[in-house]
T-cell receptor
Framework: GAVVSQHPSRVICKSGTSVKIECRSL??????MFWYRQFPKKSLMLMAT?????????EQGVEKDKFLINHASLTLSTLTVTSAHPEDSSFYIC????????????FGDGTRLSIL | LAKTTQPISMDSYEGQEVNITCSHN???????ITWYQQFPSQGPRFIIQ???TKVTNEVASLFIPADRKSSTLSLPRVSLSDTAVYYC?????????????FGSGTRLQVQP
């Protein structure tokens, strides 16, 4: 079945570091991918929509300069948390759906980001 | 996208059947109903999807009444490993350009 691979699964780094998270669709093409953030015991919150070959669309309140998104191919989107601070610590999850349509959206296994 | 309402939490015992109901009063004609399961520190996992009546797969059944304003996820004979958060989402089955909007989900706790 359709698989979305997210890497790394866990990152621990110092404040001020930039962290890149990759999201790949393994057996389908996805012109559009999505990035979510999830705090403990809370639901997923959409951060941005990643579009292959064009700029990402950010949800209200999400800083585009803090969360850089690059969607360079039909199977890869990256989220870079720039100059990360402790308040950026969270669980980040990506998702994608097959461009051919008719399929449910599939999610990566998430990245646990901890900023010290 | 249609807003959904689910119970915040449910408790059950191993071997029982669990039914989780989701309300989606303003579902649109072209909306489908999709259920996801999420374990701690993992991404949501697709369980089942349907448009009307009943859908069954190897892990669950989905019951949708004629007016489609609600749906019920049925988990037969749950085990401890079914302890998770279950999300009901409603939206069109298009080419994937629109994100899914997650509600609060239902936290299912299965006891021995």
């Amino acid at each position: 079945g359709a698989v979305v691979s997210q890497h790394p699964s866990r990152v621990i780094c110092k404040s001020g570091t930039s962290v890149k998270i990759e999201c790949r669709s393994l057996d389908f093409q996805a012109t559009t991918m999505f990035w979510y953030r999830q705090f403990p015991k809370k639901s997923l919150m959409l951060m941005a929509t990643s579009n292959e070959g064009s700029k990402a669309t950010y949800e209200q309140g999400v800083e585009k300069d803090k969360f850089l998104i690059n969607h360079a191919s039909l199977t890869l989107s990256t989220l870079t948390v720039t100059s990360a601070h402790p308040e950026d610590s969270s669980f980040y999850i990506c998702s994608a759906r097959d461009d051919r349509g008719g399929q449910p959206q599939h999610f990566g296994d998430g990245t646990r980001l901890s900023i010290l | 996208l249609a807003k959904t309402t689910q119970p915040i939490s449910m408790d059950s015992y191993e071997g029982q059947e669990v039914n989780i109901t989701c309300s989606h009063n303003n579902i649109a004609t072209n909306d489908y109903i999709t259920w996801y399961q999420q374990f701690p520190s993992q991404g949501p996992r697709f369980i089942i999807q349907g448009y009307k009546t009943k859908v069954t797969n190897e892990v669950a059944s989905l019951f949708i009444p004629a007016d489609r304003k609600s749906s019920t996820l049925s988990l037969p004979r749950v085990s401890l490993s079914d302890t998770a958060v279950y999300y009901c989402l409603v939206g069109p089955l298009d080419t994937g350009r629109r994100a899914l909007t997650f509600g609060s989900g239902t936290r299912l706790q299965v006891q021995p």
